[in-house]
C-alpha cells in the first residue's frame, strides 16, 4: 500500500507518469533525510491521509438544508426603482443678490483663497556628484583585477546520471561500460530508467557538489565529452555519471566592462562624498548658520519657490514652475512654519535636502463680487439637491405609511417640472448578469417585501427609491442546483472539521525539529553568501 502511494505522487514521477526513483531519492536527499527515512515520514502521511478521509466521508448534507438554502439562494425579487436626479429639479426659484449673500455667508469655506508660502531650499545627490567624479582607467583596471570573479561565468556541465543500489551493481555496470556497451543501455538494462529521465541540465561546480558531493564532482570535472565516471558511492546508493554537455566558462575583458565599472566606482565614491558633505551640514547646523550659509559651503545653490499653494497652484492659477524634483517637498514646507529649526531631509535615490519657509500668506475669504458667479452656481446645486431630497423623503413617507401598498411609484412621473423615471425589474440573489447597480441590489435584497428605502445615486446626482414588490421561491428546485449546494455545505462542513482536528494537533503534538534539514538549509546559504 505504501508503495502504491508513493508510486502515484506525481512529484515522484516523469513527464509521462510514470515513478522515478532517481525523483524520489533526490527530493529526499534535497529535504536532508535518508531513503528509509523519507519512507517512514510517507507512511506516516499516508496513515494521517487515511484516518482523515474516514472523517470526510462520514460528513452527509440533511436534505431539507440543502432545498432551504437553495431556494433562498434562487429566490427572485420584483422591484420598482425610482430615480430622481438633482439635476433635473427645475422649479428652483430666483436667486436674489441678498440670498446669495446668505448663502456666501453660510458657506465661506467654498470661497477661500489658499494658502500662499515662500520658501528657500537646496538639495544634493548622489547623481549629480558623481559626474564631477574622474576615474582613470588604472584605478578601473586594479577593480576589475580585484572584482574579476564577478565578470567570470563559471563553466557548466550536463549529466545523465546512473543510480544503482551498490558497488557490486555499479562494479557490473562499468564492466559492460568498459566493453563497449552504450551508456544509454546500460542505464536502461540496470534501473529501468530512460536517458531522458536522467538526463539533467547544465550546472557549476558548486551546484553539482551540493547535490552530490564533492568526490562526484571531481570525477565528472575531470571527464571528456562522452566519458563516463567510475562508480561514486554516496548515502544514497552508488551513481556512474555520463558528461552530456559543457558550456565552457568565460571572463568579460575590461573593455566590455570599463564603462559599467567606471560608473559604479562613481557612484560608490559619490556616496562616500555624499555622507562627508552630510558631516559637513551638521557641523554647520550646530553653529546656527542659515541656509544660504549651508549651501553655500557644500558648494550647491540656495533655491527659492514663491506663491506657490499646497496644491503647487500660484495665484495666478497655473502650475509652479519653481518646484524641484522632490516628491514630499510641498508637505515639507507647509508643515514648517517661519524660524523652525532648520533640518536636513532624505529623499530619494540617495539625494537630500533642506527648506526653509521665508513667507507665509495665511487664506483668505474672496470678495463676494469676485466669486458672485460661482456663488450662484453653488446655491442652484444646493437648491436642486434640497428639493430632490424632499421630494425622495416625501415619497418614502408615503409608502412608509399604513396602507400604501396600492400606491404605484409610476405615479411620481413628470411631477414639479422634472423628468424622473420609474422601472419594474426582476432580479435573483446572484446578480450574476449585473442586471442592477450592485447598491440597489443590495437594497431590493436587503428589506422586507412591500418596504421602501432611500437611497444616493451612485454618480451623486440625486437619489434612488427602490421599493420591493414581491418575492418569487421556486416550486420545484432544480436537482442540479440542490446537488451544488449539497457540495458547498458539505464543503464547508469538512473545513470546519478540518480546522478543529488541526487545532487540536497544534495543541496537543509536540514540535520536533529536523537538525538535518536546517544544518543543510544553513549550509546552503553559507554556500550562497561565500560566493
Given at each position: 500500500?505504501?508503495?502504491?502511494?508513493?508510486?502515484?505522487?506525481?512529484?515522484?514521477?516523469?513527464?509521462?507518469?510514470?515513478?522515478?526513483?532517481?525523483?524520489?531519492?533526490?527530493?529526499?536527499?534535497?529535504?536532508?533525510?535518508?531513503?528509509?527515512?523519507?519512507?517512514?515520514?510517507?507512511?506516516?502521511?499516508?496513515?494521517?491521509?487515511?484516518?482523515?478521509?474516514?472523517?470526510?466521508?462520514?460528513?452527509?448534507?440533511?436534505?431539507?438544508?440543502?432545498?432551504?438554502?437553495?431556494?433562498?439562494?434562487?429566490?427572485?425579487?420584483?422591484?420598482?426603482?425610482?430615480?430622481?436626479?438633482?439635476?433635473?429639479?427645475?422649479?428652483?426659484?430666483?436667486?436674489?443678490?441678498?440670498?446669495?449673500?446668505?448663502?456666501?455667508?453660510?458657506?465661506?469655506?467654498?470661497?477661500?483663497?489658499?494658502?500662499?508660502?515662500?520658501?528657500?531650499?537646496?538639495?544634493?545627490?548622489?547623481?549629480?556628484?558623481?559626474?564631477?567624479?574622474?576615474?582613470?582607467?588604472?584605478?578601473?583596471?586594479?577593480?576589475?583585477?580585484?572584482?574579476?570573479?564577478?565578470?567570470?561565468?563559471?563553466?557548466?556541465?550536463?549529466?545523465?546520471?546512473?543510480?544503482?543500489?551498490?558497488?557490486?551493481?555499479?562494479?557490473?555496470?562499468?564492466?559492460?561500460?568498459?566493453?563497449?556497451?552504450?551508456?544509454?543501455?546500460?542505464?536502461?538494462?540496470?534501473?529501468?530508467d530512460s536517458p531522458e529521465d536522467s538526463t539533467f541540465e547544465p550546472q557549476t561546480r558548486d551546484e553539482f557538489v551540493s547535490l552530490y558531493g564533492e568526490d562526484a564532482a571531481n570525477e565528472l570535472y575531470s571527464l571528456a565529452a562522452g566519458g563516463y565516471t567510475q562508480p561514486v558511492e554516496t548515502g544514497f546508493g552508488v551513481y556512474i555519471f555520463k558528461l552530456a554537455e559543457v558550456n565552457p566558462g568565460s571572463v568579460s575583458t575590461f573593455e566590455d566592462v570599463k564603462e559599467g565599472?567606471?560608473?559604479?566606482?562613481?557612484?560608490?565614491?559619490?556616496?562616500?562624498?555624499?555622507?562627508?558633505?552630510?558631516?559637513?551640514?551638521?557641523?554647520?547646523?550646530?553653529?546656527?548658520?542659515?541656509?544660504?550659509?549651508?549651501?553655500?559651503?557644500?558648494?550647491?545653490?540656495?533655491?527659492?519657490?514663491?506663491?506657490?499653494?499646497?496644491?503647487?497652484?500660484?495665484?495666478?492659477?497655473?502650475?509652479?514652475?519653481?518646484?524641484?524634483?522632490?516628491?514630499?517637498?510641498?508637505?515639507?514646507?507647509?508643515?514648517?512654519?517661519?524660524?523652525?529649526?532648520?533640518?536636513?531631509?532624505?529623499?530619494?535615490?540617495?539625494?537630500?535636502?533642506?527648506?526653509?519657509?521665508?513667507?507665509?500668506?495665511?487664506?483668505?475669504?474672496?470678495?463676494?463680487?469676485?466669486?458672485?458667479?460661482?456663488?450662484?452656481?453653488?446655491?442652484?446645486?444646493?437648491?436642486?439637491?434640497?428639493?430632490?431630497?424632499?421630494?425622495?423623503?416625501?415619497?418614502?413617507?408615503?409608502?412608509?405609511?399604513?396602507?400604501?401598498?396600492?400606491?404605484?411609484?409610476?405615479?411620481?412621473?413628470?411631477?414639479?417640472?422634472?423628468?424622473?423615471?420609474?422601472?419594474?425589474?426582476?432580479?435573483?440573489?446572484?446578480?450574476?448578469?449585473?442586471?442592477?447597480?450592485?447598491?440597489?441590489?443590495?437594497?431590493?435584497?436587503?428589506?422586507?417585501?412591500?418596504?421602501?428605502?432611500?437611497?444616493?445615486?451612485?454618480?451623486?446626482?440625486?437619489?434612488?427609491?427602490?421599493?420591493?414588490?414581491?418575492?418569487?421561491?421556486?416550486?420545484?428546485?432544480?436537482?442540479?442546483?440542490?446537488?451544488?449546494?449539497?457540495?458547498?455545505?458539505?464543503?464547508?462542513?469538512?473545513?470546519?472539521?478540518?480546522?478543529?482536528?488541526?487545532?487540536?494537533?497544534?495543541?496537543?503534538?509536540?514540535?520536533?525539529?529536523?537538525?538535518?534539514?536546517?544544518?543543510?538549509?544553513?549550509?546552503?546559504?553559507?554556500?550562497?553568501?561565500?560566493?
Open positions: 500500500e505504501l508503495r502504491d502511494y508513493i508510486v502515484s505522487i506525481p512529484t515522484f514521477q516523469d513527464e509521462t507518469g510514470a515513478f522515478n526513483r532517481s525523483y524520489f531519492e533526490q527530493i529526499a536527499n534535497g529535504q536532508g533525510y535518508g531513503v528509509q527515512q523519507f519512507e517512514e515520514l510517507m507512511r506516516a502521511d499516508l496513515v494521517r491521509g487515511q484516518f482523515v478521509e474516514a472523517i470526510m466521508n462520514n460528513v452527509e448534507t440533511p436534505d431539507i438544508a440543502a432545498d432551504t438554502l437553495t431556494k433562498y439562494t434562487t429566490e427572485k425579487r420584483t422591484a420598482e426603482v425610482l430615480t430622481i436626479p438633482a439635476s433635473n429639479m427645475t422649479a428652483i426659484g430666483e436667486a436674489d443678490d441678498e440670498i446669495l449673500r446668505t448663502f456666501y455667508d453660510d458657506n465661506n469655506p467654498l470661497y477661500m483663497a489658499p494658502e500662499y508660502r515662500d520658501a528657500s531650499y537646496f538639495e544634493i545627490s548622489a547623481n549629480e556628484i558623481a559626474t564631477t567624479i574622474e576615474i582613470g582607467d588604472d584605478v578601473a583596471r586594479e577593480m576589475y583585477e580585484d572584482r574579476i570573479m564577478s565578470y567570470t561565468k563559471e563553466e557548466q556541465r550536463g549529466f545523465v546520471q546512473m543510480l544503482l543500489d551498490d558497488m557490486d551493481a555499479a562494479d557490473a555496470a562499468i564492466a559492460e561500460l568498459d566493453g563497449g556497451k552504450a551508456f544509454e543501455q546500460v542505464l536502461s538494462d540496470r534501473t529501468g565599472l567606471i560608473i559604479n566606482l562613481q557612484m560608490e565614491r559619490a556616496i562616500d562624498r555624499l555622507f562627508d558633505i552630510r558631516n559637513t551640514i551638521d557641523d554647520e547646523l550646530a553653529a546656527g548658520a542659515p541656509l544660504t550659509d549651508i549651501a553655500e559651503v557644500i558648494g550647491v545653490p540656495a533655491k527659492k519657490v514663491t506663491n506657490v499653494s499646497i496644491e503647487g497652484i500660484m495665484p495666478d492659477g497655473n502650475a509652479s514652475n519653481e518646484l524641484p524634483l522632490i516628491v514630499d517637498f510641498l508637505d515639507v514646507a507647509f508643515s514648517r512654519n517661519i524660524g523652525d529649526e532648520l533640518e536636513l531631509r532624505e529623499g530619494i535615490s540617495n539625494k537630500f535636502y533642506m527648506v526653509d519657509v521665508e513667507n507665509i500668506m495665511d487664506a483668505t475669504l474672496k470678495p463676494f463680487e469676485e466669486v458672485k458667479d460661482q456663488v450662484a452656481t453653488d446655491w442652484a446645486a444646493n437648491r436642486r439637491i434640497t428639493l430632490a431630497t424632499e421630494l425622495a423623503d416625501k415619497i418614502t413617507e408615503e409608502f412608509s405609511a399604513e396602507g400604501s401598498a396600492a400606491l404605484a411609484l409610476a405615479e411620481y412621473q413628470d411631477i414639479q417640472g422634472g423628468d424622473f423615471t420609474v422601472n419594474e425589474v426582476t432580479v435573483d440573489r446572484a446578480n450574476a448578469d449585473n442586471a442592477v447597480a450592485t447598491d440597489i441590489h443590495g437594497s431590493i435584497f436587503g428589506q422586507e417585501i412591500g418596504g421602501i428605502q432611500k437611497i444616493a445615486a451612485a454618480d451623486g446626482d440625486g437619489f434612488v427609491l427602490v421599493r420591493v414588490k414581491e418575492r418569487i421561491l421556486s416550486a420545484d428546485v432544480d436537482e442540479e442546483a440542490i446537488t451544488g449546494t449539497k457540495d458547498q455545505i458539505k464543503t464547508a462542513m469538512q473545513n470546519d472539521i478540518m480546522g478543529a482536528f488541526t487545532n487540536h494537533l497544534y495543541d496537543a503534538l509536540p514540535v520536533s525539529i529536523n537538525t538535518n534539514n536546517v544544518k543543510a538549509t544553513l549550509d546552503m546559504l553559507v554556500t550562497q553568501t561565500e560566493q
